[in-house]
C-alpha cells in the first residue's frame, strides 16, 4: 500500500493468554531476504516446505508436511467461533474441532480412562487436565485424516484458554502439528 510497511497495533496490555506472531517484511527482490524469510517460515510451520510457483507466481507448497496443520480459533461465548468456522467449512479444505464438544462427548463414553475427571471438572467450571484435552484433539486430528486425507486445515476451537493450555501444546503437540495462526473473535458485552 503505497510503499509503506504495516506495523501491528502494539498488543493489550494484559491478556490472560498473549500469543506473539513474529512480523518481519520480506523484500523479494533478494534473494538472501527470500531464503531468510523462508528458514522462519520454516521455524513456524515445520522443515517439509517446497518451494513451487503456479502461473508464475512462487509459493511454498506445504502439502507434503507430516503435521497437521492447526489455525485457534478464539473468542468468548457466543462471539462466532462456530458460525464462523462452519462458515470456512463451506468454502476450504478444514475440519471444526470444539475442545468443548470433544470433552463433552468423551465424558458420556462409557468406556473412557477420563470420564469422571473430565465430568467433575465440567461440573466445577474448571479445565480439564490439558493432556487428556490434546489427547482428544489429536485422535480427532488422525480421525479426519483417516477419512479426508492429511492436506487438510484444522480449526482448533476453544483451545488453548490459558498460558497453561499453550505451554502443553508446545510440549505435547511439537512434531505432530503446526499452528499456522490464530483467528480471534471478539464481540462486545452487550451483544454477549
Known amino acids: 500500500r ?12 494484559s491478556q490472560h493468554l498473549l500469543v506473539r506472531r513474529h512480523m518481519s517484511t520480506i523484500d523479494t527482490s533478494s534473494s538472501s531476504t527470500e531464503e531468510a524469510a523462508l528458514h522462519s517460515s520454516m521455524s513456524i510451520v515445520g522443515n517439509n516446505i517446497q518451494r513451487a510457483e503456479f502461473g508464475g507466481v512462487p509459493y511454498y507448497n506445504t ?7 492447526v ?7 457466543g462471539a462466532g467461533k462456530g ?6 467449512l463451506e468454502e476450504y479444505p478444514c475440519v471444526h474441532l470444539s475442545v468443548g464438544d470433544l470433552l463433552r462427548a468423551e465424558q458420556t463414553r462409557m468406556d473412557s480412562p477420563h470420564r469422571a475427571l473430565i465430568q467433575e471438572c465440567l461440573v466445577a467450571g474448571s479445565i480439564v487436565p490439558v493432556e487428556i484435552s490434546l489427547a482428544l484433539l489429536e485422535r480427532a486430528m488422525e480421525e479426519a485424516a483417516m477419512e479426508h486425507g492429511r492436506s487438510l486445515l484444522y480449526l482448533v476451537d476453544g483451545f488453548p484458554r ?7 501444546w508446545n510440549r505435547c503437540m511439537r512434531g505432530v502439528s503446526s499452528v499456522w495462526g490464530v483467528l480471534m473473535y471478539t464481540c462486545p458485552l452487550t451483544i454477549l
Open 2 to 13: 503505497g510503499g509503506h510497511q504495516y506495523q501491528p497495533p502494539p498488543p493489550p496490555p
Open 63 to 69: 502439502a507434503l508436511m507430516p503435521e497437521y496443520r
Open 71 to 77: 489455525l485457534f480459533v478464539l473468542g468468548g461465548p
Open 83 to 88: 458460525t464462523q468456522s462452519n462458515l470456512m
Open 162 to 168: 490459558n498460558y497453561d493450555n499453550l505451554e502443553g
